[in-house]
């Protein structure tokens, strides 16, 4: 394998050797498994491999970028890649690549997760424990079993050079017990050791079965109790919204709101790529080291997430989220509450609990309006207690506003991720938030 | 692409004695660039090549892919697939619909070629437009502008003996506008999307029309009036048809969502077996026809074959309000015992194809713009959208103007502040009771499958009038 970060490593080297300033090469070779199914039954296996190295090289401030596949013509990318910056257009603003050797931490990625003997018997766990859960075989699921392991190998004419291991698991499930009700539970993790679909299965049959019957929403404010899969979706747009890309395109309700505060004092919201997280990493994609960073912080907005060339128009440090374009968030957290959840359903005299959502969108990020389409389990609360299943609403609201009404949040957090709609993965508690506009249909 | 190894693969995956095996090959060589606030970030070039395999054996269905053309990844891939797909210990087989086979060569021609264009001329695409977008007057705060164009080869080949290659150059823009007036933000994003060569620049008018939205943005930001909630005429655009097309006739006419392949993910349908909704049952006004047609000229979602090797041709979704036909690929047109009618895509050869839309409008009418309004005593006239979003059956749906104006006694007034519409794709369509003569396109990027397939669509229409829906 080290012949492998050799061969990166010489790519970086011939593009300095025609007259490059900087160079960084990332080589991936990935393995992919996913089992889709839906009707109780599985509707295809898929695997795919990846062998690519992603290269950039930068001459007089002139960014370009290239992907070589599986080593092939090596030499000719690399001169074709020098030519094009040659006659590209000078980026001012161009503040470099990470610089210095780094040491890295040892990455805990499990192997296993691709060579999963039985794929089939995963998924059969989470049906099986749906069906369970809601009481009927004729409650109908479908979702994915997804697994990944990436050997990543990084060199860079800044210093860095790397290796990285990446894996992660994830099971999706959504339990039909109706036509009009449903449930989504989700397993995800970097690790085989303690993944246990059932648990998914469960969730979904559960929810399904109080999904039952459900009769078309109320508009209105409500106090809401957002389910971890939903606070999900929440932090992959405040995360999105905390990159320093989108705040130099408005594409933020954070611009200009730094040392301020824009949420409730109960929240602290971290990127964190851990080693249990599916987004593990070790580095970024020009090797700075990925690490913790605390974006708000009781309620107080404490930084953006960068790679070099934002952090110096922005006057700081690499957070280590490159993206050489656009940095990202890896991994979010909500820190941990004081409520226990049954506490948290306490506290509400009439609400709405909602699992799951999707379909969020945007009249104007800078403003921060939107809204978003809550689907599978929407509850109403009374008095502590689920008392009616609902269908048909929408959340219309803003997201700073959100942020600032967030008043309670749970001890209780899940790692949760599914599709593009709670991405990145994130580790997520039950929110309570006070006054959160519904509307529907007319 | 090395077609040697594809065939190789097929005749490989033929001695696995499978039920049916496709191999699909595609090279892509893409070219993008990246402006921010005025700003180049990144040009990009790169080749994506690959292919994959997908076998239909002992009633399951197994794909696998690389990016490694050799025969040994060749016949580890077929292994892969041919194991998945007799592992999958389903009660009912998966079978495809019968289909001819066929051997044909197609392209799609630039007038101007793609490949002759320097990086210089594609770096001044957008220097230009940010320098006459910030040359109006207007403070445009910040600006993403995107630009890019690849030149896909596809070759496909099957156990039925089925030999296509296709050549298809696409170009593609986007822009992401701020503009600020008063320290009030409004923002606006447009794609562009073309097949065919250099010559879309000139069809597209992007600078125009980038500026025009700038225009419009500034107008809304210093001239536009909320509305009073209530029930009243309205004139969509275009643009706000060809979403509402898309979103609430082309997705729920999807028959793997029909028959809930993809539930977990972009969900079911309102239209579903034993539901209150099927073909033949009436969805709108008899006004209404909106068709999905992958075979208009240049238009972004073109295509000639489907990735399963079956010719595109154009489909009648709702017909004259009536639920008329489904989207379907060869899995589900055996399901629904009919036969494929072209629906089958895939973004890569690392995906599989799954039954997707193309270009999805509403046909057009005989009146023109000016009849339609001219009987509007008080109305809203959405010519186009900001946020937008559906439920997952594909029935409660919600458009937010960008550009609106209000109507009164038949003629445009103000702008209207970010109007409202919310509502089911029944009211939506049974609303509708006129249509006028001119379609306009917009492109756009479909997202659905899991991992996300984003392909490149048409959406649009003439305007249309809906009578008496509430708008907020």
Known sequence: MSEILAKTEQIVKKGKGLGADEVV??????????????????????????????????????????????????????????????????????????????????????????????????????????????????????????????????????????????????????????????????????????????????????????????????????????????????????????????????????????????????????????????????????????????????????????????????????????????????????????????????????????????????????????????????????????????????LSDNALKMLNNIVGISKERQQVHWWNEADPPSLSPYVLMKDVQITRPK | MDKDIADFTLKYAESKKVDYAEVRAHSTEYEELAMKNGVLDAYAQMIDSGFCVRILAKGGLGFASTNRWTKEEARDIVDIACKYATTAKRKDSITFAEEKSVKISWKVNEKKKILNVTPETRIETLTDLDKELTSQGINVASRILQFGTNITEKYFVNTEGSVISSYVPRINAYNFITVVENGKPEQAYRQFGYAGGWEALTEWKMNEQTIKEAKVLQRVIKESKSIKPGKMDLICGPEVTGIAAHESCGHPMEADRISGREMSQAGRSFIYPGGPFWLKTKIGSPAVTIVDDPTVKNSYGYYEYDDEGIKARRRYLYKRGIINEFLHNRETAAKMNTRSNGSSRAISYDREAIVRMANTFVEPGDMTEEELLEDIKEGVYMRSFTEWNIDDKRFNQRYVGREAYWIENGELKHPVARPVIETTTQIFWTAVDAVSKKVEYDAATCGKGDPMQGVPVYMGGPSIRLREVYVK
């Open chain 1, 25 to 394: 090469a990332q080589t991936t070779f990935g393995r992919y498994r996913q089992t889709r199914f839906s009707n109780n039954q599985i509707d295809i296996s898929v695997a795919w491999n990846d062998y690519v190295t992603q290269v950039a090289l930068t001459w007089k401030k002139r960014f370009v970028a290239t992907q070589l596949r599986d080593f092939q013509n090596v030499d000719q990318g690399v001169k074709r890649l020098f030519q094009l910056a040659k006659v590209s257009k000078e980026n001012p603003q161009w503040g470099g690549l990470a610089k210095g050797e780094f040491r890295y931490q040892k990455s805990k990625a499990d192997k296993t997760v691709v060579n999963i003997r039985n794929p089939a018997e995963y998924v059969f766990e989470a049906i099986e424990a749906a069906h369970e859960e809601a009481g009927s075989r004729q409650t109908n699921t479908g979702g994915i079993l997804f697994s990944k392991l990436e050997d990543v190998y990084l060199a860079s004419s800044e210093g860095p050079v790397g290796k990285d291991q990446r894996s992660a698991i994830e099971l999706s499930i959504r339990a039909f017990s109706d036509k009009e009700a449903s449930g989504h539970g989700v397993e995800c993790s970097s690790t085989l050791k303690g993944f246990d679909p059932s648990r998914a299965g469960q969730k979904a049959g559960e929810i399904a079965k109080q999904a039952k019957t459900p009769k078309p929403g109320v508009e209105g404010r409500y106090d809401v109790i957002f389910d971890p899969l939903f606070t999900g979706s929440l932090l992959g747009m405040w995360g999105f919204m905390a990159s320093a890309y989108s705040i130099m395109v408005q594409m933020s309700v954070f611009v200009n709101k730094l040392g301020q505060k824009v949420a409730s004092d109960t929240v602290t919201l971290r990127d964190v790529p851990a080693s249990y997280s599916m987004a593990n990493r070790v580095f970024d994609d020009e090797g700075a080291p990925a690490k913790e960073n605390v974006i708000i912080s009781k309620g107080i907005l404490k930084t953006y997430l960068h790679n070099t060339s934002t952090a110096k128009i922005f006057k700081t440090e690499t957070t280590g989220n490159a993206g050489l374009v656009v940095p990202s968030a890896w991994n979010l957290e909500i820190d941990a509450g004081d409520m226990d959840k049954e506490e948290m359903f306490s506290e509400v005299r009439r609400g709405l609990y909602l699992t799951n959502t999707w379909y969020t969108r945007f009249q104007n990020y800078a403003t921060g309006d939107f809204s978003t389409i809550p689907r599978d389990g929407i509850f109403l609360i009374e008095n502590g207690e689920i008392t009616q299943s609902w269908k048909d609403i929408r």
